[in-house]
């Protein structure tokens, strides 16, 4: 080193070179890491060079490692920004680019652009396998975003730090009168304490937690009679609190299904449930009946219809389990079918990558029929589902609350447990009405730019009695005015009243309230092909049958003209149906107008419309003497006529209870 150089740029010039060697050592070291795939390691070492040379001369292939890390990792959305990083520089720079950059908006939720990029890699992709992944994300993203439109009613809560830790939480089962959470942790202090070598992440271990006045206790490591120094995971719990399934390494080394029984306050050593459940396969997941003689559980054993199935299992009077039987291709599909909970003897829970899986697993729920069968599945829905993994579901005794482990933004770790406010299998069912609507448009439209936000239009309100403002359980009918055709019948729930469905555009619709003791109501509604997504809230407060009770009938007319259109038909008949349900009910059909045109204009065309409906009624079987016609014209406004709103408000045609 020359003399002439001064001592501070000496100085300068040591520390560059350290750095630049520091820098290179780290680079070295994450790179051996990415290479055995011990991702976990690589990305905080990469992303640290980031940080000390952000202009590195690698960055480019840096960010793609950190991204395609994350996307390997449990913290899956995190590999957006880094994948976008390289697409700006190198859109080419992997040809798996488009379709791992589809892959990390679809786990951000963003479907649209998540379908951008995986139509451009459809575009590229030329082997069958490539072309049936491709194929599946898209499907995935087409629910996914119908899912997104109409978000179920729902509030998912975090169990807090108390249960929750900065590490991996999750299959949480819980007791009948849920005061008892038993749950599996990776976190530190686990038995033996020590890490996997494949993941780096702390062995399983099973904990348990009270619930004392309202507020979950610490949780405790349920002891070494079940935990061991390896992975331990509990699976399932009886109604009772009695008996635990846990997941452990069995003789076949690939993971088995154990019992323990709690006698006298403690928990026996777990036994293997025998080689009719537990194979030389996986068996990760079960779940057991209220009254403990049928197990359900996923294996990928040979024989199934894909990854994990589902299978079922009835004890036997010598108390050993029979020979398993395959739940079939109702619910088993050709990816991984896991985390059985069987809730009610005839309702099952369950989690799948298939049926309709917004990615990952998502979460379903199928009954059974009255001849055996089971259900199409019904996925739960966002936000209980998202794009990534959602399993480990269980359900409390009294239908309400739902627990399940999920990586949530927002939470204390990798996943953590969370609780459900849970919608009824009514309300589920409802929602997937969303999902027929996408499958009816065609999943291939999707490529052709139709937009699913152009398409449904949600429906909900609130049913109630008039006078008292009781909330009502009344049925609902959705007909398709065009075809005269009933597309849906339900029922407003008890006892809050609440009704919810779903209408495509580009048709006419009535929906009518009906409850014994009541007036009917109907309301139109027109919505064009180029109506967007919208929600409306129609609440109904039905007239109780007494008279002086009214009520708007939908009925159609031409302009200036008092025939009756065909589509008025719907409405006459559920009147005539009322009619002859009760006998005595006289009735006057008035007609109503807006106060365009003279006074005499307008009273003779309401009293023409009013004849006409009389006049259909009686043709149809009601009794002359029973009905009155009077045409009141614009002499009883019920809104101003000052605006089109108003005035259309004034035209119409009404229904009054003379005599009871």
């Known amino acids: 080193m020359s003399k002439n150089i001064p001592l501070f740029i000496l100085f300068i010039l040591l520390y560059l070179s350290a750095g630049a060697q ?137 169990l807090g730090e108390v249960i929750n830790s900065q590490y991996p939480d999750y299959v949480p089962v ?69 008996l635990l399934f846990v997941y452990k390494q069995g003789k076949g080394g690939m993971g088995d299904i154990f019992l323990s029984e709690r006698k006298d306050g403690n928990w026996t050593t777990p036994t293997s449930l025998g080689n009719q459940i537990n194979t030389k396969h996986r068996e990760p997941s079960a779940s057991i009946s209220i009254d403990s003689n049928t197990l359900y559980f996923s294996s990928d054993r040979p024989g ?40 009610d003897e005839k309702t099952l829970y369950f989690s799948s990558q298939g049926h309709t899986s917004m990615g990952g697993f998502d979460i379903f729920v199928i009954q059974k029929q009255a001849d055996g069968s089971w259900s199409t599945p019904l996925n739960l829905g966002y936000p209980i589902n998202t794009a990534d993994d959602d399993i480990y579901f269980v359900l409390s005794a009294d239908n309400k609350t739902g627990y399940y482990a999920s990586s949530k933004e927002g939470g204390y770790g990798e996943k953590d447990i969370y609780s459900i406010d849970m919608p009824t299998y009514k309300e589920i069912e409802l929602y997937n009405t ?71 555009s580009g048709k006419n619709y009535l929906i009518t309230v009906a409850k014994e003791g009541y007036l009917f109501h109907s309301e139109n509604f027109d919505i064009p092909t180029a109506t967007g997504y919208q929600e409306i809230i129609l609440d109904v407060a039905l007239e109780p049958l007494e008279v002086g009770a009214k009520m708007n009938l939908k009925v159609f007319f031409d302009f200036d003209k008092a025939f009756l259109r065909a589509e008025s038909k719907t409405e006459l008949n559920r009147l005539i149906d009322l009619m002859e349900t009760y006998p005595t009910l006289q009735l006057e059909i008035s007609g109503h107008t807006d106060a365009i045109g003279t006074n005499e204009k307008n009273e003779a065309l309401s009293a023409r419309r009013a004849q006409s409906v009389v006049d259909y009624l009686v043709k149809n079987g009601i009794k002359a003497e029973r009905l009155l016609a009077k045409g009141y014209g614009e002499a009883a406004p019920v809104a101003t006529n000052d605006t089109p709103e108003g005035r259309q408000m004034n035209r119409r045609t009404e229904c009054k209870i003379i005599t009871k």
């Open 174 to 242: 819980i007791s009948a009168d849920e005061k008892v959470l038993i749950f599996t942790s990776r976190r530190e202090g686990t038995t033996g304490n020590e890490r996997d070598t494949y993941d780096h992440l702390y062995y399983e271990d099973v904990y348990i937690a009270e619930k004392k006045e309202g507020q979950w206790q610490a949780p405790q490591n349920i002891g070494a009679g079940i935990n061991s120094r390896e992975h331990d995971a509990c699976i399932a719990l009886s109604a009772d609190g009695k």
């Open 304 to 343: 199934g219809y894909g990854g994990l199935d589902l299978y079922v299992s009835t004890k036997q009077a010598d108390g050993s389990w029979g020979a398993p039987v395959n739940l079939g291709p109702t619910i088993n599909t050709p990816y991984d079918d896991d985390g059985p909970f069987v809730h």
């Open 22 to 158: 520091s820098v290179k050592k780290l680079l070295k070291e994450a790179d051996g890491h990415y290479q055995y795939k011990d991702y976990t390691l690589a990305i905080p070492i990469y992303e640290s060079v980031l940080q000390k040379e952000p202009n590195h001369p690698d960055k480019i292939d840096i960010n793609y490692k950190i991204g395609y890390a994350y996307l390997q990792s449990t913290y899956r959305s995190r590999s957006l920004s880094y994948f976008k990083k390289v697409y700006e520089v190198a859109p080419q720079y992997n040809n798996l680019m488009d379709y791992y950059l589809g892959q990390a908006y679809q786990l951000n939720h963003n479907f649209d652009k998540a379908l951008l990029y995986y139509g451009k890699y459809k575009e590229r992709a030329d082997k069958k396998k490539e072309l049936a992944e491709v194929d599946k994300k898209i499907r995935e993203c087409t629910y996914g975003k119908s899912y997104k439109l109409a978000p179920v009613d729902t509030k998912i809560n975090n």
């Open 434 to 504: 969303i999902e027929l609507v996408t499958q009816e448009m065609n999943i291939e439209k999707l490529e052709e730019k139709v937009d699913l936000n152009e398409t449904i239009t949600i429906l909900k309100g609130t049913i109630t009695d008039k006078k008292t403002g009781k909330k009502l359980t009344a049925n609902i009918t959705l007909v398709d005015l065009a075809r005269d055709e009933v597309l849906e019948e339900m029922v407003s729930e008890a006892p809050i009243g609440k009704y919810k469905t779903v209408m495509k």
